[in-house]
């Protein structure tokens, strides 16, 4: 049959059908007498039910919202949303391995020598037992020393500890942070003490010192009174950092740490600057009540051994990475070497001993593990399956995991130590490092934005990602309570955005890993919110300043006006009852409205509502006890080694209290050696 046959059959066809379409509307017609101009509308009456399947439901709020919408923004939708799904089919990124037999390598050996899954079994439980066994020996080295002959064991200090508290934190003449004299302390260091900054403004006098290590005094050419038993006759006030000044005197190697003996020297006055090992002390020409030196000769040889425990760390880790083809084992075998290498060595939380610091480690270790879980299932999984470029693997994950992990040595040398509005405001330089990360994690999240594209998961991911800003926002709007985003919240906030097969990926996943365990293996599981004064400890908080005058001056005496109480702090919602006086940056002074006893007699209060009070000279060595056979120096004569005695100057700091809690201090006023008053400059201190 031909072509034609073929097309005369389709006609015929066709008009058979047309005839049986037109038999149908015959017989489903109505009869003529039924049509005509007053004849009832055909269904005007009980709606018929033969057809109700085929008839419209109400409109979807979709189709009205459709309705209502400009064709013009409909189709830019429609365009959008097509964007948005990506590609069809979509297209699954796959690392293809460069140089692919050199990458194979590891993987041929281990097929070779151990086919079996149990010889790779005994190989994995030999590399964990390797590896814990040579950590524990050199944490052992590194963590227990032998004693310091006649001073015990010492205690482990970190890099920012230190005798003297903030402010009025030591009480009242510093009672709770005595002994001030006639002790000692053996003592260990870690290293890279050098680095550690006071992060919040402290007063030394009338001088602020901030982001730098806090040592105040040092070598100095003064009798001290102990001779030839400090470390280059170097005296240090007792607010200044341990392990900082103990490498400034030079009693200390900064790359290994080490261990000691202190003594704690009494009061001491002038103390003086110089710049040592890089590190720049602060002068301060008046006197302390509480000092400490180090004593020659018993320095111990003992080593902060973290560099050797990391690179033991480093060998297993690659050494598995290369190995192994297996996300599990690769992803949890590096966590766990990850953690215990950070809590305990790299990076330990600031524990005074080493059992401590296990607690602490394994306290926080197990919800650790939960979010480990989550990450590996829902991310590292999808990038790490399939994987066989075992050393891209190495070089591109593993490394940046270590990166982030080192947080302490890479990192935190940006000028942003914390992310708080203080500190990006007042550190130098905070600001234009804070607009290139933010810039950086911009650009690379529109990198990744258009790998979900491409795969397909774009429309899922933001609607993740939205609902993430959404809680943001909501609590940036929790009344009482500040945002803090801590570096492990951005890690697990980031790693979302990271599930693919591709190199860019294996970079931010193995850092924000790395971050993770750093922030919680040092810092723990701090609060996304906290409240102000948390995030304030130790820092000006801008509360109501006392306004101080000088009633009185004379040669050694000095009265001060301190104005009403009490006082109410609008900003600070706090009634403020009584009011502290540091002079030299310690308390001597703390008095409260309802008890008059505190303050000077009736007659000197002006007004009956202005509170005075009077501060006598202090010199060296006036404060021994009144029965002592030794004479005070205020007794002796001017001219008894030869020459005159001169005051020294005092520095007067003034914040008011609410029961116990102590607001801002005022910057120092200078009472000068000379008799003279140098005024406080407005602010706080």
Known sequence: MGPWDERDEEIEAG?????????YHDESSDDDATIGPDAPLNGSGRPSTEFDGLRLGTPTWRERVGERTPPRLKSAWVATATWVNGPDPPRIYTITPIFPKIQHAPIALLDRYAPKQIHR??????????????????????????SIPGHGSPIRLSCGARYWGEGNGCGLNGDQCRPFSNATLAFRCPADCQKT?????????????VYQPLVVGGPTDQP??????????????????ICASAVHAGFLNDAEGGCGVLSLTGEQSTFTSSKNRGIASVPFDSYFPHTFGFLSGTKATCKDLRWPSLAISVFFTTLLSLCTTSPAVFFWSTFVLLFFQTGLASDPPSLTTYTGLLSVAFGRFLP?????????????????????????KTVLWLGPAWVGALNNQTFDKLPIQRLTPHDIQAQPGAIPALIIVILSILFMALGQ?????????MPRYLAIYGLMVGAIL??????????????????????????????????????????????????GFDSILQTPGELLQGAQ?????????????????????????PRWDAKAKLLYDGISVLVNDVERFRGYSDDRSYWDSSESVQGGNNFTWTWRRHRLGSDLDEDSTIPLLDDLPDDLDGTARSDLPEYFRFGYMAGSEVGDFSRAGKWTSEGGWVEMEPGPS
């Open 541 to 565: 908080r801008g509360s109501l300043l006392p306004v101080v005058s000088v009633l009185a001056m004379g040669a050694r005496n000095i009265t001060f006006n301190l104005g009403p109480l």
């Open 15 to 23: 008009r058979r059908l047309d005839e049986q379409v037109d038999h």
């Open 449 to 457: 934005a258009w790998a979900f594209r491409v795969e397909g998961r």
């Open 474 to 523: 909501i609590m940036l709007a929790v009344p009482g309570l500040s945002l803090r985003i801590h570096h492990y919240i951005l890690a697990l906030l980031l790693l979302p955005g990271t599930s693919f097969q591709n190199r860019p990926s294996l970079v931010y996943q193995g850092l924000l890993v790395g971050l993770f365990v750093n922030g919680i293996a040092r810092w």
């Open 121 to 146: 079994f005994w190989l994995l439980a030999l590399l964990y037992a390797s590896w814990l066994l040579s950590f524990a020996l050199v944490l052992r080295a590194s963590s227990f020393s032998a």
């Open 197 to 209: 900054q006071i992060l919040n403004p402290h007063a030394v006098g009338d001088q602020e010192v």
């Open 368 to 392: 650790a593990c939960f979010c480990a879980w989550v990450t590996y299932h829902y991310t590292v999984k999808r990038s790490l399956t399939g994987l066989t470029a075992q050393v891209e």
């Open 224 to 241: 001290t009174g102990f001779g030839d038993e400090l470390v280059s006759n170097a005296v240090y006030r007792g607010d200044s950092f």
